[in-house]
């Protein structure tokens, strides 16, 4: 019993040998993991952050007529540049019959009362003539002629009063009737024109359509949009968690739609005090000012645009790619590792600077001509990254 069991012993051990003897030459047939290397390179470091709008000019102008009336001519398009005083429209009055009637009996009135002044002028003027001539003799004293010569002065001047009042009524007559007078010239009201220079942006009306004058009550008909688009802005928003990362006087990229591989560079200059809700979300409207370049590219107005707004900037700086950092579990500090030789490496302790997501600036802890681990092995055992087995 005893030698069967020696047996036995002995046969597990040699089984056991020959399993341990055959892993470790399966082992030493497998490939070694290898790893490649990168080195640091001078890159331009740009932390950035995303703003969406559009371009708009940055003073627009609308034209709308001071008489209420239908379009009888236009004379621009848009598209067209103009200057300040250019002809834009002609309107057509449609005289209001109640406002006609009265302007009508505010004429018959303004005669009525002219007759009568008339009358009491050369009333008085002939009581005059009679008091002069009394006077002369030594008949009345002089206090009697002077308040006969008062009451026609004063007579006379009534009456020029009137005859003013009844130019005025009439003049009146000829606005409501045909928007324009006698001695206005350049101030016709039924005439248009352009108050700056600039671009036709838009005429939304048509020859015919019935315009309605601002006042106190209606804020009054557009007749034309004119701008100046060699001052064109970026107008956009950004989100509440980016507003405490931005200020004015921030350099903008600007990129349209429009115009491919293009940029255009802009100087953010207004971001709002006060935030507006948007689905779910507080949104900050911003506004950048375009620069000025010899590009002869025309940029049209609304043309949908994005800002980049820089945020920060490193140039020609020492970088490596963020795939290469490390970080200790317990420390949180990041490094990297050192190519020595033949897949060895040595940890290295560094200091970053800027990132951009892609790029990190590198401050201390590396040269240049360093060779760094890439933690993707290049190479991997036969057997191991099959997560399906």
Do not use: C
Not at 80 to 86: E, K, L, P, R, Y
Request: aromatic share 6%; charged share 25%; no cysteine.
């Amino acid at each position: 019993m005893k030698r069967t069991g020696t047996v036995i012993t002995l046969i597990i051990i040699l089984l056991l040998a020959s399993a341990g003897i055959y892993y470790i030459w399966q082992k030493d047939r497998e490939d070694p993991i290898t790893y490649t290397t990168e080195q640091p390179t001078k890159e331009t470091i740009i932390k950035e952050t995303v703003a969406t709008g559009s371009i708009v000019p940055k003073e627009e102008v609308n034209i709308k007529p001071n008489i209420s009336g239908v379009i009888d001519k236009i004379h621009v398009e848009a598209g067209d540049f103009v200057n300040a005083g250019d002809l834009i429209a002609d309107i057509k009055v449609v005289p209001n019959v109640s406002s006609l009637t009265n302007a009508k009996n505010s004429i018959a009135g303004a005669r009525t009362t002219v007759e009568t002044a008339k009358l009491a002028r050369d009333n008085q003027k002939a009581i005059y003539d009679r008091q002069k001539v009394l006077f002369e003799k030594g008949v009345i004293s002089e206090n009697e002629f002077d308040l006969a010569q008062n009451a026609y002065n004063n007579a006379q001047q009534r009456y020029k009063q009137e005859q003013v009042n009844l130019t005025g009524a009439q003049q009146n007559y000829d606005i409501i009737r045909t928007g324009t007078t006698a001695g206005l010239g350049n101030l016709a009201q039924t005439s248009i024109r352009a108050t700056v220079s600039g671009m036709v942006l838009d005429v939304p009306v048509k020859e015919g359509n019935q315009v309605i004058e601002a006042n106190n009550f209606n804020e009054g008909t557009s007749i034309a949009m004119i701008a100046d688009v060699n001052k064109m802005i970026f107008e956009g928003k950004v989100d509440e968690s980016e507003v405490g990362k931005i200020k004015e006087g921030l350099d903008l990229v600007i990129t349209v739609g429009a115009f491919d591989n293009k940029k255009f560079d802009a100087v953010l200059d207004y971001v709002a005090p006060k935030g507006i809700a948007e689905n779910g979300a507080i949104q900050f409207a911003i506004k950048g000012t375009l620069k000025t370049s010899d590009d002869a590219t025309f940029i049209r107005a609304g043309l949908s645009a994005n800002a980049s707004i820089i945020l920060d900037r490193r140039d020609s700086v020492l970088s490596i790619k963020e795939a290469l950092v490390q970080y200790d579990p317990k420390t949180q500090k990041p490094f990297i590792e050192i190519s020595l030789g033949d897949q060895q490496f040595e940890r290295r302790d560094i200091e970053l600077g800027l990132s951009n997501g892609i790029n990190v600036e590198v401050i201390s802890g590396v040269s240049e001509g360093d060779e760094i681990k890439v933690w993707n092995a290049l190479k991997i055992p036969a057997g191991r990254g099959n997560f399906g087995g």
